[in-house]
């Protein structure tokens, strides 16, 4: 899983599978949002999770959060070679407008 | 959907000279970031800004950055004098309010510091 000391993560995984990354936050926050980011470019948010939320669907896109452990996971299934990024958690503490990133889950999907 | 355009995408520039990258926010956005990713590391906040302020800035936001958005033109940031580690992916995005969770990111400026 991602988040605080741990070094960044790599998954690499065939076409189809499925796949679930974890990571764990430190502080307080309203919602809990997942990035891709692929080679060149900027991160694209994927699904946001609130407090309020324990689970949250978006397409192939499931995340679920628990408050109580301050973790997220975001699972992917049938997965495609297109799915090759890296993924990040985030954190908006409080809606203070400032994002605190996870270290990322770079994903190898192999056609 | 909405874009953040950046300009440029990449720049050289040698250590001690001034550099600054433009953002093209979301048309109707209100609130602007600049974040810092050095190669295989996190993304990490600089700053953010709101009606025409710095409204929160990082420990990574040195003495030498500085951010504007001139009537409405490009959300800049300027760093003068640069320096080797200033070398990162800066990334610009927006929001459309102030605890409004819907970002949008641009594509990044490359900087390298020689």
């Known amino acids: 899983s991602q988040w605080g000391e741990e070094n960044l993560q790599a998954l690499s995984i065939q076409e189809g599978e499925d796949v679930t990354m974890n990571c764990s936050y430190k502080?307080?926050?309203?919602?809990v949002q997942w990035y891709r980011q692929k080679s060149g470019k900027g991160p694209a948010q994927l699904i946001l999770?609130?407090?309020?939320?324990r689970e949250k669907r978006s397409g192939r896109l499931r995340a679920t959060l628990d408050t109580s452990s301050q973790s997220s996971s975001l699972s992917i299934t049938g997965t495609l070679a297109t799915d090759t990024a890296v993924y990040f958690c985030?954190?908006?503490?409080?809606?203070?407008?400032?994002?605190?990133f996870g270290q990322g889950t770079v994903l190898s999907v192999i056609p | 959907g909405p874009k953040v355009l950046q300009i440029p995408s990449h720049q050289i520039i040698d250590m001690g000279q001034m550099v600054t990258l433009n953002c093209d926010p979301v048309?109707?956005?209100?609130?602007f970031y600049w974040y810092k990713q050095i190669l295989g590391q996190q993304m990490e906040f600089l700053v953010n800004?709101?009606?025409?302020?710095?409204?929160?800035k990082s420990k990574l936001f040195k003495d030498q950055f500085s951010v504007e958005r001139p009537d409405g033109s490009y959300f800049t940031l300027k760093i003068q004098p640069t320096a080797l580690e200033d070398s990162a992916v800066y990334f610009c995005?927006?929001?459309?309010?102030?605890?409004?969770?819907?970002?949008?990111f641009g594509s990044g400026t490359r900087l390298l510091v020689i």
């Open positions: 800004f709101y009606n025409g302020k710095v409204m929160e």
């Open positions: 995005a927006s929001s459309p309010d102030r605890g409004n969770s819907d970002y949008t």
């Open positions: 999770i609130r407090s309020n939320e």
């Open positions: 985030a954190t908006d503490a409080g809606g203070n407008n400032k994002l605190t």
């Open positions: 048309s109707n956005h209100l609130y």
């Open positions: 502080t307080y926050t309203t919602v």
